[in-house]
């Protein structure tokens, strides 16, 4: 009997784990492997870029975690550099473009996974494809976003980086511009910085950014990017005024990569991700599977598919579509929503839901913020940290956490995560039996306190 073929769009997280836990399941006689990848690298972490622009990690190939040869070496034939420009599901067939020497080809698959990513959003207004504006979404960004800091940090003129956008991207480019040594503008169109937090804990962010010299406006918008007669970028053009650049890095977040899958007619929901089963299988297709940055995912506390992407979620997804494609079981059940960031020394971290989030679902709800420090206030290097809950009125179900603080504050939020993973209500919460040491925590750990207040908060709620 002919070895099946399983087919792979992608080349990085989720579509190289679905790759290798398929081989190993199934070995080369029983099921071929052919991945594309588009891009110079494969099974690298998007998430370490930041880290290496701003010299935390010095050498690119330290973020890749296995090369094409690798990959090559156990079976699976990996074609780099080689774009999948169409799909034909009737047909089970995809075409491919070799990027080097512009020969097109079809492919046919007897399974196939898509896991082509999320794209950096990038508005279409005059100037955005000007030299010296960059996206930060792949390694080849990374590295051509390192290349124009060098050649600016090699000359004698200003070093002025404008950030546009104030989510997790934003604020952590805009530490690595800082610390290559550039003056840094952050222009965000929201209310506060970190929009994955409610105002109220995203105002902490702007004080702590504002106490690190990076400039963070608020409520602008950015209009257009102004050139110079080389048609380099000159300026920021926003309604609240203009600002001088010579680097522009654009942290305004991604959007799902499904521009092959809906030309192919494959299910796409409300966030423009690819709709999939538990087991990570394209809803209505068989022997089409979806996974990463590409996928929307269910909200275990709303009860809806988001888009999240984070490494995490896409090994994961990986790790279930391989073993459903080599003859195992997985299931992917969804997320709460969990994600941690850090700009300079100030940590910050959330999971569930913000308190818009709950109304927007219909959950009424209680809040409750604490201030503590992350380890006793009388052991060296105590410092401040913020906590805020909310929590389903009457009920008390644990429904979001929120954490900025100073070393040793932002992994706390795991708890949380567990907490709301197992649907536990903040009076369960406060009995739980957490690590106690001076060195680590109070005797009353800030999320426990954090609980407590939470507690008080539903039941005066309720009288």
């Not at 010299?213 to 300026?235: F, H, S, W, Y």
């Not at 308190?355 to 709800?365: F, M, S």
Request: a negative charge; proline letters at 4%; glycine letters at 14%.
């Amino acid at each position: 009997m002919a070895a099946e073929r399983l087919v792979v769009i992608g080349g990085d997280a989720a579509g190289m784990s679905a790759a290798s836990q398929a081989r190993r399941l199934k070995g080369p006689d029983a099921l071929e492997i052919v991945a594309f990848e588009r891009g110079h690298f494969t099974s690298y972490s998007a998430c370490g870029i930041p880290y290496w622009v701003g010299g935390d990690v010095e050498e690119r190939d330290d973020l890749i975690a296995r090369t094409p040869e690798e990959h090559r070496e156990r079976d699976i034939d990996l074609r780099m550099r080689t774009e999948v420009t169409e799909l034909d599901v009737a047909g089970q067939r995809v075409r491919a473009l070799d990027r080097e020497s512009g020969k097109t080809y079809w492919t046919g698959f007897d399974k196939l996974v898509i896991a082509t990513g999320a794209r950096p959003v990038r508005p279409a207004l005059p100037g955005m494809d000007a030299a010296g504006v960059h996206g930060v979404q792949t390694l080849d960004d990374g590295q051509e976003l390192l290349d124009s800091l060098n050649a600016l940090r090699s000359g004698d003129g200003p070093r002025r980086a404008v950030v546009v956008g104030a989510g997790y991207i934003g604020v952590e480019m805009a530490e690595a511009m800082l610390k290559r040594g550039f003056e840094v503008t952050v222009l965000n169109r929201g209310e506060q910085p970190m929009a994955t937090l409610d105002a109220d804990m995203g105002r902490l962010v702007h004080e702590a950014m504002d106490g690190l010299g990076i400039t963070t406006v608020n409520g602008a918008a950015v209009t257009k990017i102004l050139t110079g007669p080389d048609g380099r970028v000159t300026e920021v053009a926003t309604d609240a005024g203009t600002y001088p650049a010579d680097v522009v890095v654009l942290g305004i977040g991604v959007e799902p990569e499904t521009e092959l899958a809906r030309a192919a007619g494959l299910p796409v929901g409300p966030h423009g991700g690819l709709l999939t089963d538990l087991a990570m299988r394209l809803v209505g297709h068989e022997n089409i599977w979806a996974g990463g940055d590409c996928v929307e995912v269910l909200d275990l506390v709303a009860g809806r598919t988001r888009h999240i992407a984070l490494g995490t979620h896409a090994n994961k997804h990986g790790q279930v579509i391989g073993s459903n494609v080599g003859g195992g079981y997985g299931t992917f059940p969804g997320v709460v929503g969990t994600a941690v960031s850090k700009v300079c020394d100030l940590e910050i971290a959330r999971t569930g839901l913000r308190e818009k989030d709950a109304r927007a679902v219909g959950l009424r709800y209680v809040t409750a913020t604490i201030e503590s420090t992350q380890r006793a206030g009388y052991y060296p290097g105590a410092k401040p940290m913020t906590v805020k809950m909310i929590a389903e009125l009457r009920t008390g179900r644990l429904l979001g956490v929120q954490i900025v603080g100073r070393e040793g504050s932002a992994k706390r939020v795991d708890v949380a995560a567990v907490a709301l993973t197992a649907g536990m209500t903040v009076e369960q919460m406060t009995a739980l039996d957490l690590g106690y040491a001076p060195p680590f925590s109070p005797v009353w750990d800030p999320v426990l306190v954090a609980a407590r207040k939470t507690v008080a908060a539903v039941r005066g709620a309720g009288s």
